[in-house]
């Protein structure tokens, strides 16, 4: 398979992506904590060959919202789930969001070492700073660390997890029964880590991961996650509406890896697209209203006014937004904050239009269209350096999944642009990553 290949990850958030997913006819109340179901998306996307399912988790149930009762804010702690789903699936990967705020980096880095022990080299971590303060107040803090700040500590924070995750060498363990002598004290490393943020002893008490380290993968796009990307990241989920954007962001952070001593090829861009496919455009027309049309007023309101933080229930919603404050004031998601004002700047919308343009898609892009159309716009932002492949967020589940296995993989597929089998076992096989060397590992002299 010599010609280039996008990848693809299904966001898997139950029942759907959608902020009314929950409302739709075809979704029952036991999709949302069922794990039989989860299991069978899963399955499904392996079907599909995606490289991976994605985990989102945000640590709050977003009771402080005035709309609260209208949305599902309840969801598994992704270690628990993907734990359970590497005992059900072979091949796909594995992604759990982990924030570096309200952790340790000792227990992070032995829980996605287990994680990849248990599914045989399957695991990645999506390294997020959490965001808001009712975050915050669930884990000690009377208010939200400045934006600066998480960053800091996430980049550390991640330098030890890997120092935790290379103190075993791979031949550390020698389980020599005859000398009682089960691993080898010389390839097992202290990492006596002091830093800012963090001090850390180790070594750790598993065994390195078996993909060296678990892929890691990261979702800021701001210019503190940009950095961060470009220096530790080999995935990045981001968010662009338009061609020229994402081809911006794509050579940007490819062209800061440099510095680090890293190759463009290191690093895999994924931006997020909510794709609603019908067999024709009218009935995919008709999909996409139906989905406009369960949204709550109030809680289209409410979640536009959550991503840019800013209250518009006093705003008359057929009308335009008011003044935004400058991106440079915001200490939440900045880089969603400037998409969505840069979004109805671009295409003067008032605040329902707004408040239904990322309804579905949080954000990220929304297509919709037949399986050729859908395939045309993933094709063009993948052969125009704008994307390495997209992280799908199907709008509502079961359904939004199967539409897009059956019918649009199939497109992709004959458009040689994506993978009929899988040809490796682990995802860094899958995504064209190289195992890391250990850091610690003592130099052989030849």
């Known amino acids: 398979m010599s010609k280039k290949q996008l990848k693809l990850g299904a966001f898997l958030m139950l029942p759907g992506h959608h902020v009314a997913a929950w409302r739709h006819p075809a979704v029952k109340a036991e999709y949302v904590l069922n794990f039989e179901f989860a299991k069978q998306q899963a399955l499904l996307a392996e079907r599909g060959?995606?490289?991976?399912v994605f985990l989102a988790d945000v640590p709050t149930a977003s009771y402080q919202t005035y709309v609260f009762e209208q949305q599902s804010t309840?969801?598994?702690?992704?270690?628990?789930?993907?734990?359970?789903?590497?005992?059900?699936?072979?091949?796909?990967?594995?992604?759990?969001?982990?924030?570096?705020?309200?952790?340790?980096?000792?227990?992070?880095?032995?829980?996605?070492?287990?994680?990849?022990?248990?599914?045989?080299?399957?695991?990645?971590?999506?390294?997020?700073?959490?965001?808001?303060?009712?975050?915050?107040?669930?884990?000690g803090y009377k208010e939200e660390p400045l934006h600066e700040q998480r960053y800091d500590r996430a980049e550390e924070f991640v330098k030890v997890v890997k120092k935790l995750w290379d103190s075993w060498e791979d031949d550390a363990?020698?389980?020599?029964?005859?000398?009682?002598?089960?691993?080898?004290?010389?390839?097992?490393?202290?990492?006596?880590h002091e830093g800012k943020w963090f001090y850390v002893r180790g070594p750790l008490n598993i065994a390195r991961p078996v993909q060296g380290y678990p892929v890691i993968v990261q979702a800021g796009s701001s210019e503190a996650g940009r950095e961060l990307a470009a220096k530790t990241a080999e995935v990045i989920f981001t968010a662009w509406q338009t061609l020229e954007e994402a081809q911006a962001f794509y050579r940007d952070v490819k062209s800061r890896?440099?510095?680090?001593?890293?190759?463009?090829?290191?690093?895999?861009?994924?931006?997020?697209?909510c794709p609603i496919v019908g067999r024709t455009i009218e009935e995919a027309e008709e999909k996409r209203q139906k989905f406009l049309d369960l949204i709550p007023e109030s809680l289209g309101v409410s979640r536009l006014s959550q991503q840019l933080g800013i209250d518009l229930s006093g705003y008359p919603v057929d009308g335009p937004l008011p003044e935004l404050p400058d991106v440079s004031e915001i200490n939440g998601n900045k880089s969603r904050f400037q998409l969505i004002k840069d979004l109805a700047d671009r295409e003067q919308l008032t605040i329902r239009q707004l408040y239904q343009r990322i309804a579905g898609a949080r954000g990220h892009r929304e297509i919709f269209g037949t399986p050729e159309q859908i395939a045309d716009a993933l094709q063009e932002w993948f052969e125009e350096g704008a994307a390495d492949g997209f992280n799908i967020m199907l709008p509502v589940y079961p359904d939004g999944l199967k539409d897009f296995v059956e019918l649009v993989i199939p497109e992709l597929q004959r458009r040689g642009i994506f993978r009929t089998e899988y040809e490796g076992s682990t995802l860094r096989e899958h995504l064209g990553l190289e195992r890391p060397k250990n850091q610690f590992a003592k130099k052989v002299l030849v």
């Open 257 to 273: 890896m440099a510095k680090y001593g890293r190759h463009p090829d290191e690093l895999k861009i994924m931006p997020g697209v």
């Open 74 to 139: 309840i969801c598994f702690e992704p270690f628990t789930l993907l734990s359970a789903l590497a005992a059900v699936t072979s091949k796909i990967g594995l992604v759990g969001t982990v924030s570096t705020t309200y952790n340790e980096p000792y227990n992070v880095a032995r829980k996605f070492a287990s994680l990849d022990h248990i599914s045989g080299g399957r695991a990645a971590w999506n390294v997020v700073t959490s965001i808001g303060k009712e975050a915050a107040n669930n884990f």
């Open 173 to 192: 363990i020698v389980y020599d029964k005859e000398n009682a002598r089960f691993a080898d004290k010389e390839k097992v490393h202290e990492i006596r």
């Open 49 to 52: 060959k995606f490289d991976m």
